[in-house]
């Protein structure tokens, strides 16, 4: 086991999303091994915590949600908020040196951000590693959604901070040799996804699941398919209704846990069609409600997802034991293997859907197989919290011991 660790956590999240899902998941494995980790944001998202720190919440829709403050309700024109992130360094790096003077941190770990690298100039200052956690390629994906004001800045910023860091740690690797290409060293590059903690699936959370699934009041014999985040209409929900009305689907079922603009022209289509009474929509779901509610459903649906990201409701379902229905890409296949703990089809086709939806309704016994195979991969790969503060340990272990081990 690594010996204690003090770690300077820095990110710049203001959203109480899935990014920060991750932060309190990681922060909180962290401590929980018995290092101090310092959160070093703008808005933070643990709270103030001793080494040894209690658990955070479930992950999931909701998770940790509190009263938004000023930073997160600050709405400005996106060129605006470009100047505030570009301007942002000169307080990222002002908060980092003073956390730094009381902590003295093996290490500082700073989640990417667009114009971000107060962690970089910060670590060098100290003469200490620099970790860098990639959850995307950052300006391509702003580009694209011609949110970028200032490109080449961004660039030139991105491929240095690539390049400087100490580990660069990416969720995929399909995102870790997209970012060789943006600059970071291929040597300095691992690959860390996104986990589940199997523990919160046990007996409270089953017996609460059947309470739940009461509660939705499911024509008899139905099967259950869960969707769980935020409905957006590239996510194309729609192909689920397709396949429920066709002939041998009757007993198919759409569960939407979250919000998005996709909801209500989804939940429109359905009463045309005369499939509301087989679509129930629940809102966001508590944090700690929802590993009741993911084992609640017979399956558990992406129905698209970006080509690089690893996405928190696959572990979640994987840890809860049940059977995945996901796109066939890369980024996928890197956790599910089609037939064997998972089901995948190829993205956009109904069809495929339908085939591989008509595998898990049509044969109960092979749907619950595939959910416990699905469960133990996870298990085996150490795809936990824990197992992912176990493996950025073993990369703060590792250059420490190639600096001489500084404490």
């Known amino acids: 086991m690594s010996e204690p660790r003090r770690i300077l956590y820095h990110h710049r999240i203001r959203a ?11 922060i909180g494995a962290l401590r929980r091994l018995g290092h101090t980790v310092h959160e070093c944001a703008l808005v933070p998202k643990t709270a103030a915590a001793p080494p040894a720190a209690p658990a955070s919440p479930p992950a999931g829709v909701g998770a940790g949600r509190r009263s938004p403050g000023f930073w ?12 505030l992130e570009v301007l942002y360094d000169h307080k990222g790096r002002r908060m980092l040196r003073a956390a730094a003077r009381t902590l003295r941190p093996h290490c500082v770990y700073e989640r990417h951000a667009l114009h971000c690298r107060s962690g970089l100039d910060v670590a060098r200052e100290l003469g200490v590693p620099l970790l860098l956690e990639v959850n995307s390629p950052m300006v391509d994906e702003m580009a694209k959604l011609g949110s970028l004001r200032f490109r080449r800045r961004a660039e030139r910023t991105e491929r240095a901070v690539l390049g400087g860091a100490d580990a660069v740690l990416a969720v995929t690797q399909v995102l870790a040799d997209m970012l060789v290409e943006r600059g970071a060293r ?3 590059v691992h690959v860390i996804g996104n986990g589940a903690e199997p523990e919160r699936y046990g ?3 089953r017996a609460a699941a059947a309470v739940v699934r009461q509660r939705w009041a499911l024509p008899a014999g139905a099967f259950a398919l869960g969707f769980v985040g935020y409905m957006r209409p590239w996510h194309r929900l729609d192909l689920v209704l397709d396949v429920m009305a066709r002939p041998g689907f009757a007993a198919l079922a759409l569960v939407l846990m979250g919000q998005g603009p996709a909801l209500e022209p989804l939940l429109q289509a359905a009463k045309s069609r005369g499939l509301d009474g087989r679509v129930r929509a629940l809102g966001e779901v508590p944090a700690a409600l929802l590993p009741a509610h993911v084992l609640a459903c017979d399956g558990a649906l992406i129905p698209a ?4 990201a690893s996405p928190l409701k696959l572990f979640d379902s994987l840890a809860a034991g049940v059977p995945t229905l996901a796109p066939d890409q890369p980024n996928l296949r890197e956790c599910v293997r089609d037939g064997e703990d998972g089901l995948l089809f190829p993205p956009g086709s109904v069809d495929d859907l339908a085939r591989q939806l008509g595998r898990l309704v049509g044969d109960r016994a092979f ?8 469960l133990a991969r996870l298990q085996q790969q150490r795809w936990t919290w824990r197992g992912n503060a176990e493996r950025v340990l073993a990369v703060v272990d590792e250059l420490l011991a190639r600096r001489g081990g500084r404490a």
Do not use: C, K, T
């Not at 997802?305 to 690089?308: D, M, Q, T, V």
């Open 16 to 26: 109480d999303d899935g990014q920060a899902v991750h932060v309190r998941e990681l």
């Open 72 to 83: 997160q309700r600050l709405a400005l024109p996106r060129s605006a908020v470009e100047v």
């Open 186 to 188: 291929r040597e300095a």
């Open 203 to 205: 007996a409270d959370a």
């Open 305 to 308: 997802i970006n080509a690089y």
């Open 367 to 374: 749907a619950a197989r595939l959910g416990a195979a699905g």
